[in-house]
Structures are given as structure tokens and as C-alpha cells.
């Protein structure tokens, strides 16, 4: 089936230690974005990819980063994660606008120690 | 300016019973989409149904249920003979043209929902 998959399920890092996240996703869709979500808390956009356009949302920490080598891959580098990073990373992709819904990977969870 | 609001943080009642879900939603565009996601504990999101600005008919799908009113901007979901397998965070969000909103999802707070049995 096709899907957006994450790995790993479950990443425990040291504090100050970088960290990548990576997503791949078998829909060929054009859009894929990263998301941070914390306990009890609505997903935050951290960014997203057009093909290989980057756009940043504005309030992303410069601790963030992402790359995108082809249309089947992304990935969330934390340069240097600190115990606020400690979270829920959901990976999302689009056809186009969006519009037609996006689908989520399975999320990476982020303990940081 | 865009906005997604769910009142109701905690929702908690006894298997079988039926429960609203309540979503309202702000936008400046005519064009625009809503959705409901599900987030279990495990913390996966699962898509639930997309609803386009144009097509106001509601929707069921088995137990669950969806009554879009443009005229009080709200997108509600009615889970009926609720189940305790229905218990999980239900997430409402707002797409807008792309134009505005750089292909952003909008999100609502999140009601958690809890069916006991």
C-alpha cells in the first residue's frame, strides 16, 4: 500500500547530541512537511518542501533543519537537541495544494536525555 | 484571520452513548477544506473525511457522522453507539487556497475523548 513511513518509532537522544529523523513516502505526492507536536497539543508546521522548494515557518528554531534529496525522502536534522525538543515529529505529505487531504506517517517519538 | 475552535477539550461518557464532536471554523476564503483526523494513543493521525466550502451535504460513514453549516461556520462530528475503541484525540483542521495559506493546515485545539465502559 502506498504510505508515508517513519523510522525510527522511537529515538532517544543525549542532550546536545544531533539527531535525524527521516520519511519516505511511496505517493509521489509534491508537498512534504514536518511537523513538532507536544503532549496535548495541536501539531505545529515546523516546514515544508514544494518539490524542492523550502519553506521555513517563521517561529522554527535555526536548531532545525531539513533536507529532501529526492521526491521519496526528507529528513529532520537536530543540530542540537535540547529537553524542549522532546516531542512527537509527524512527517506529511501532499498531491499539490492540499487540498485533496494529506496523509501522515506513523510519527517518530523524541525523548532527549 | 484563520481560525479553528473546539470547545470542548474533554469529552468523556459511557459506551454506546452518542457524542458530538464540535468544531468551528474561521476563514476570508469562499474556497476552502475541512477535516477531521483521529489521533489514538499510539499518536498516529488517521485521516477521518475531507469536506470541500462548495458541498454542504452531510456525510456517514458506519457510526460516525459529519453536519457542515456554512451558516454557523461549523463542521461537527457525531460519533453514534460509541465504542471504547472510539476513545482517542479527534483533531478538526482548515485548508485554505493556496494562495493564502502556502499549503498550510490550520488546526484546532483537539477534543480528547473518552469512552468508558
Known amino acids: 500500500d502506498a504510505m508515508v513511513i517513519q523510522n525510527p518509532r522511537y529515538q532517544v537522544t543525549q542532550f546536545g547530541k544531533p539527531v535525524t529523523l527521516s520519511c519516505s513516502q511511496t505517493l509521489n505526492h509534491n508537498v512534504m512537511y514536518w511537523y513538532q507536536q507536544k503532549s496535548s497539543q495541536a501539531p505545529k508546521l515546523l516546514f515544508h518542501?514544494?518539490?524542492?522548494?523550502?519553506?521555513n515557518e517563521a517561529d522554527t528554531p535555526d536548531n532545525f533543519q531539513s533536507r529532501r534529496p529526492n521526491t521519496s525522502f526528507c529528513f529532520l536534522d537536530i543540530r542540537s537537541p535540547g529537553l524542549g525538543d522532546a516531542a512527537m515529529y509527524l512527517c506529511?505529505?501532499?498531491?499539490?495544494?492540499?487540498?485533496?487531504?494529506?496523509?501522515f506517517g506513523s510519527g517518530t517519538r523524541l525523548t532527549v536525555v | 484571520a484563520q481560525k479553528v475552535t473546539q470547545a470542548q477539550t474533554e469529552i468523556s461518557v459511557v459506551e454506546k452513548e452518542d457524542v458530538t464532536l464540535d468544531c468551528v471554523y474561521e476563514t476570508r476564503d469562499t474556497t476552502y477544506y475541512l477535516f477531521w483526523y483521529k489521533q489514538p494513543p499510539s499518536g498516529e493521525l488517521v485521516f477521518l473525511i475531507r469536506r470541500n466550502s462548495f458541498d454542504e451535504q452531510n456525510e456517514i460513514s458506519g457510526r460516525y457522522s459529519w453536519n457542515f453549516q456554512k451558516s454557523t461556520s461549523s463542521f461537527n462530528f457525531t460519533i453514534t453507539a460509541s465504542q471504547v475503541v472510539d476513545s482517542a484525540v479527534y483533531f478538526c483542521?482548515?485548508?485554505?487556497?493556496?494562495?493564502?495559506?502556502?499549503?498550510?493546515?490550520?488546526w484546532g485545539a483537539g477534543t480528547k475523548l473518552i469512552i468508558k465502559p
Open positions: 506529511a505529505t501532499s498531491g499539490g495544494t492540499g487540498t485533496y487531504g494529506y496523509t
Open positions: 483542521a482548515l485548508s485554505e487556497s493556496y494562495l493564502d495559506s502556502n499549503y498550510q493546515l490550520i
Open positions: 518542501y514544494y518539490d524542492k522548494d523550502f519553506n
